[in-house]
C-alpha cells in the first residue's frame, strides 16, 4: 500500500514548493514573539513615587529640581539592605497651610507621619509610555500587570483547544486564516481599549486565536515535508520566534507608546489572510479525512512546482485510519502508551512555559537597561536552535530533550546560590540555564507531533501544551510573589520542576528517523511495526474484516 511518506519522495521531500509554504510560514513566528513577551516593553514599569500637588506648586515656585521635591515628597524606606525613596507612600503634610522655606537643605521631615499615596503618582518616564503609567498599575495595583499576562495565556488555554480541534475537523489553512482574521481584529481593539477591564477583555481574545493558530501553522509545515526534514523545519520554524524576540527592543526603542506597538505587532496577522492563494491544506489531513482526490490534486501540484514526476500509484493513496478521522480527547489517553505520552509531554509543556518565562521576567527584577538586556536574553536562544540540530540527528530526541531540562535545572539550583557580588558569573550561569530551557522548550514542540497519528496530532499538540498556558498564567505570579519571600526562591522552584521534567522525558521513545505515525497502532505496537510492516497491514485488514463480519452477524 502506498503511503504518503512515499509519495512525498516521489514529488520531493523539501523542494521548491515545501520551501515555499516554509518561508511563508516561518513569518507566524515573528509577531508570536511579540504577542508572548511584548509585555516586558507595553507593561514597563518604571520608578515612580507619590505625586502631591502641594509640593508640585512649590517645585514651580520654588525652582526645585526633580530630586529634591521628591525627597520633600516620599521618606526613605529599607529594602533589602539598601535605603531607598518609597514608590507607594508619602509624608502627610498640608503644602498650603504651612509657611516653609525654598531652601531644601533647612526641610526636615524626619519626624512627619507618612500615608499612602492619595493624588497619583510622578513617573521617571525614560521615554517610555506603558499601560502601566496610563492607568496607575503601580503599588497595591501592581498585581494588575501580571494579569495582562495571564489572561493573555488564558485565552491560549481555550484557544489552542478549541482550533486545535477545528484544525483537525476542518482543516490546518481554514484554521490558521480564521484565527489571523480574529488575531487582526482582536490586537487594534487591544490598542484602542479605553480602559484597564476591556484591555484585558480585548487581551483574552488575542490570546485565543494566536496560539491556535501558530500551531496550526506548525502543523502543517511538517506534514508536507519529507521524514528527514521533519526536525530542521520544526526547529527553524521556532528559531524565527527567537528573530522575532531579536526585533521586538528594537522595535520598542524607536515605538515608544505602547498603543502604537500592539499595532505593529498585530499588523502582520491581516498580511497572512493573502496565504489563502499562497499555500495549500495539507494531504495528509485530507487523507485522514478520507479526501484521497483533493490529496492527490494538491501532491501533484507540489511534484510539479518541485519539476518532478509522480508514478501511477497516486492513484492508491489512502489512510489505514481514515475510517476514524474524527479526533476526540479520549483518542489521547483511550490505551496505554497514547496516556504515558500525553501526560509526560503535558508536563514538560509546562515546566518549559514557568521556567522560560520565569526566567525571562527575572531580568526585569534584577534591573539594568531593559532593551539590551532583552536583547541579550534572545541571543541566547540562537545556540539552543543549532544544538537541537547538530545532536537530534546524531544522538535522537530523546537524550538532547532531557539533558536540556537537566541543565537548566541546575542552573536555576546554582544561580540561586551564587553571591550576588559575582554578578556575571551569575549572570553566565542564568543564561545557560535559560539556553537549556530553550533548547527544551523547541524541542517538545517537534517531539509532540511526532507522538501522535495524523487524525488526531494537531488536537494532541493543543490539548498538551494547554499545559504550557496554564504555565503562563502561573509563572507570573509564582515569580514575584515567592521573590518577595527570597529572591533566589523562584529559581529553586524551576530547578525542582526542570529536573522532574527531564527525568520524565527519558520514558519516552525514541522517533529519530521514525515515519510520522498514522494510526494509533503504530504508536502502541511500535516494534511489531517495524519488525514486519507488511505483516502488520495484511493482518490489520484482517482484523477489520473480522469485526465488520461480527457487526454484520450481530445486527442479523
Known amino acids: 500500500m502506498t503511503t504518503f511518506d512515499d509519495i512525498l519522495k516521489e514529488a520531493g521531500a523539501f523542494g521548491r514548493?515545501?520551501?515555499?509554504?516554509?518561508?511563508?510560514?516561518?513569518?507566524?513566528?515573528?509577531?508570536?514573539?511579540?504577542?508572548?513577551?511584548?509585555i516586558v516593553f507595553q507593561g514597563f514599569t518604571p520608578d515612580h513615587w507619590c505625586r502631591d500637588p502641594g509640593v508640585a506648586e512649590r517645585r514651580r515656585a520654588c525652582g526645585w529640581n526633580l530630586a529634591d521635591s521628591r525627597r520633600l515628597t516620599v521618606p526613605l524606606i529599607n529594602s533589602s539592605g539598601v535605603l531607598q525613596h518609597s514608590s507607594c507612600e508619602q509624608y502627610e503634610v498640608d503644602w498650603n497651610t504651612t509657611a516653609l522655606t525654598c531652601d531644601t537643605l533647612e526641610l526636615d521631615l524626619s519626624g512627619v507621619p507618612v500615608t499612602t499615596c492619595k493624588d497619583g503618582w510622578e513617573y521617571d518616564?525614560?521615554?517610555?509610555?506603558?499601560?502601566?503609567?496610563?492607568?496607575?498599575?503601580?503599588?497595591?495595583?501592581?498585581?494588575?500587570?501580571?494579569?495582562?499576562?495571564?489572561?493573555?495565556?488564558?485565552?491560549?488555554?481555550?484557544?489552542?483547544?478549541?482550533?486545535?480541534?477545528?484544525?483537525?475537523?476542518?482543516?490546518?489553512?481554514?484554521?490558521?486564516?480564521?484565527?489571523?482574521?480574529?488575531?487582526?481584529?482582536?490586537?487594534?481593539?487591544?490598542?484602542?481599549?479605553?480602559?484597564?477591564i476591556s484591555m484585558l477583555v480585548f487581551r483574552t481574545i488575542y490570546g485565543f486565536a494566536v496560539k491556535g493558530g501558530w500551531m496550526a501553522a506548525y502543523v502543517l509545515i511538517t506534514e508536507v515535508v519529507g521524514v528527514e526534514y521533519r526536525q530542521m523545519v520544526g526547529v527553524l520554524f521556532q528559531m524565527f520566534f527567537s528573530v522575532g524576540v531579536l526585533l521586538l527592543p528594537l522595535l520598542a526603542y524607536f515605538i515608544t507608546d505602547w498603543r502604537w506597538l500592539q499595532v505593529v505587532i498585530?499588523?502582520?496577522?491581516?498580511?497572512?489572510?493573502?496565504?489563502?492563494?499562497?499555500?495549500?491544506?495539507?494531504?495528509?489531513?485530507?487523507?485522514?479525512?478520507?479526501?484521497?482526490?483533493?490529496?492527490?490534486?494538491?501532491?501533484?501540484?507540489?511534484?510539479?512546482?518541485?519539476?518532478?514526476?509522480?508514478?501511477?500509484?497516486?492513484?492508491?493513496?489512502?489512510?489505514?485510519?481514515?475510517?476514524?478521522?474524527?479526533?476526540?480527547?479520549?483518542?489521547?489517553?483511550?490505551?496505554?502508551?497514547?496516556?504515558?505520552?500525553?501526560?509526560?509531554?503535558?508536563?514538560?509543556?509546562?515546566?518549559?512555559?514557568?521556567?522560560?518565562?520565569?526566567?525571562?521576567?527575572?531580568?526585569?527584577?534584577?534591573?539594568?537597561?531593559?532593551?539590551?538586556?532583552?536583547?541579550?536574553?534572545?541571543?541566547?536562544?540562537?545556540?539552543?536552535?543549532?544544538?537541537?540540530?547538530?545532536?537530534?540527528?546524531?544522538?535522537?530526541?530523546?537524550?538532547?530533550?532531557?539533558?536540556?531540562?537537566?541543565?537548566?535545572?541546575?542552573?536555576?539550583?546554582?544561580?540561586?546560590?551564587?553571591?550576588?557580588?559575582?554578578?556575571?558569573?551569575?549572570?553566565?550561569?542564568?543564561?545557560?540555564?535559560?539556553?537549556?530551557?530553550?533548547?527544551?522548550?523547541?524541542?517538545?514542540?517537534?517531539?509532540?507531533?511526532?507522538?501522535?497519528?495524523?487524525?488526531?496530532?494537531?488536537?494532541?499538540?493543543?490539548v498538551c501544551s494547554t499545559l504550557c498556558d496554564v504555565g503562563g498564567i502561573v509563572a507570573p505570579f509564582l515569580l514575584y510573589r515567592l521573590a518577595v519571600i527570597w529572591l533566589e526562591l523562584p529559581l529553586i522552584i524551576f530547578g525542582a520542576i526542570a529536573f522532574i521534567a527531564g527525568g520524565l522525558v527519558l520514558l519516552l521513545p525514541e522517533t529519530r528517523g521514525v515515519p510520522l505515525p498514522d494510526t494509533i497502532d503504530d504508536i502502541e505496537f511500535p516494534d511489531r511495526n517495524k519488525e514486519d510492516p507488511l505483516k502488520n497491514q495484511h493482518m490489520s485488514k484482517l482484523l477489520q474484516s473480522e469485526l465488520t463480519n461480527n457487526k454484520e452477524a450481530t445486527t442479523v
Open 17 to 38: 514548493c515545501q520551501r515555499r509554504i516554509f518561508a511563508l510560514l516561518c513569518l507566524v513566528s515573528l509577531p508570536f514573539a511579540g504577542v508572548y513577551v511584548g
Open 125 to 196: 518616564y525614560e521615554g517610555r509610555q506603558s499601560f502601566v503609567t496610563e492607568f496607575d498599575l503601580v503599588c497595591s495595583d501592581g498585581w494588575l500587570v501580571d494579569m495582562y499576562q495571564a489572561t493573555l495565556n488564558v485565552g491560549f488555554l481555550v484557544g489552542s483547544i478549541a482550533v486545535g480541534y477545528l484544525a483537525d475537523r476542518f482543516g490546518r489553512k481554514m484554521s490558521f486564516l480564521i484565527a489571523s482574521l480574529l488575531n487582526g481584529i482582536a490586537g487594534i481593539l487591544v490598542a484602542v481599549a479605553p480602559n484597564y
Open 266 to 462: 498585530t499588523a502582520p496577522y491581516f498580511l497572512f489572510l493573502s496565504y489563502y492563494w499562497f499555500i495549500p491544506e495539507s494531504p495528509r489531513w485530507l487523507l485522514s479525512q478520507n479526501n484521497s482526490s483533493k490529496a492527490a490534486e494538491i501532491t501533484e501540484a507540489m511534484a510539479k512546482e518541485n519539476k518532478k514526476k509522480l508514478s501511477k500509484n497516486i492513484e492508491t493513496l489512502t489512510d489505514d485510519n481514515a475510517d476514524s478521522s474524527t479526533a476526540s480527547f479520549m483518542d489521547l489517553i483511550r490505551t496505554p502508551n497514547m496516556r504515558k505520552h500525553t501526560f509526560i509531554l503535558m508536563f514538560n509543556w509546562f515546566t518549559s512555559a514557568v521556567v522560560y518565562q520565569g526566567l525571562i521576567m527575572r531580568v526585569g527584577i534584577v534591573g539594568g537597561n531593559i532593551y539590551i538586556d532583552f536583547l541579550i536574553s534572545g541571543l541566547v536562544e540562537f545556540p539552543a536552535a543549532f544544538l537541537i540540530l547538530f545532536t537530534i540527528e546524531r544522538i535522537g530526541r530523546r537524550l538532547p530533550f532531557a539533558a536540556a531540562n537537566i541543565v537548566a535545572g541546575a542552573s536555576c539550583f546554582i544561580t540561586a546560590f551564587i553571591p550576588d557580588s559575582m554578578f556575571w558569573f551569575k549572570t553566565a550561569v542564568a543564561c545557560v540555564g535559560r539556553l537549556g530551557i530553550t533548547m527544551a522548550f523547541e524541542m517538545v514542540v517537534f517531539v509532540n507531533t511526532e507522538l501522535y497519528p495524523t487524525f488526531v496530532r494537531n488536537l494532541g499538540v493543543s
